[in-house]
T-cell receptor, first 111, second 116 residues
């Protein structure tokens, strides 16, 4: 059974810092891996999707990496801003289509 | 363009009441998913439709939960005889499902259900 874990559960950093969020999964037979952002009271916004054959994806200040063999992904956020404050969720998709989520990392960027 | 919409956004129910939650997916999206998100947790899969066919309902927590998508578009999640442990945000997502690993799921804003 696929299990997804995110560390840390919460993170507070001053504005401008670079930071890394971690995600690990137990079954390496994944279809793809996605990073989502969730703002309080809102739905999920997809940030980056990494296909199983890829090693990383980049979008602006965000970079996500994938190491299937070790069951790990990281989300790197460069030059963090207060507007980056949100909960970040990692999810893996197995062949069946459903997403299996981690518990999320709650990020707070202080001005 | 319109995204995934859900209604109602908030629902308060007394224990034992039946509730119905609606999801309007993005037009043309083949796949539709329901997830349940408890406070402080990640979403957990409930059920999955491809057009009108319910292909996976392994995540439904009990037989009090029932979902349908009769015409392959709008979906309704029904919870009978609600219990306090049903309190959560219910998220709906849809995807084109072209069978490609780049297919992404687009999420609605969710319905926050509170059972008193």
């Amino acid at each position: 059974k696929q299990e997804v874990t995110q560390i840390p559960a919460a993170l507070s950093v001053p504005e401008g810092e670079n930071l890394v969020l971690n995600c690990s999964f137990t079954d390496s037979a994944i279809y793809n891996l996605q990073w989502f952002r969730q703002d309080p009271g809102k739905g999920l916004t997809s940030l980056l999707l990494i296909q199983s054959s890829q090693r990383e994806q980049t979008s602006g200040r965000l970079n996500a990496s994938l190491d299937k063999s070790s069951g790990r992904s990281t989300l790197y956020i460069a030059a963090s801003q207060p507007g980056d404050s949100a909960t970040y969720l990692c999810a893996v998709r197995n062949q069946g289509g459903k997403l299996i989520f981690g518990q999320g990392t709650e990020l707070s960027v202080k001005p | 363009g319109a995204g995934v919409s859900q209604s109602p956004r908030y629902k308060v129910a007394k224990r034992g009441q039946d509730v119905a939650l609606r999801c309007d997916p993005i037009s043309g999206h083949v796949s539709l998913f329901w997830y349940q998100q408890a406070l402080g947790q990640g979403p957990e899969f409930l059920t999955y439709f491809q057009n009108e066919a319910q292909l996976d309902k392994s995540g439904l927590p009990s037989d009090r939960f029932f979902a349908e998508r009769p015409e392959g578009s709008v979906s309704t999640l029904k919870i009978q005889r609600t219990q306090q442990e049903d309190s959560a945000v219910y998220l709906c997502a849809s995807s084109l499902d072209r069978g490609r690993s780049t297919d992404t799921q687009y999420f609605g804003p969710g319905t926050r259900l509170t059972v008193l």
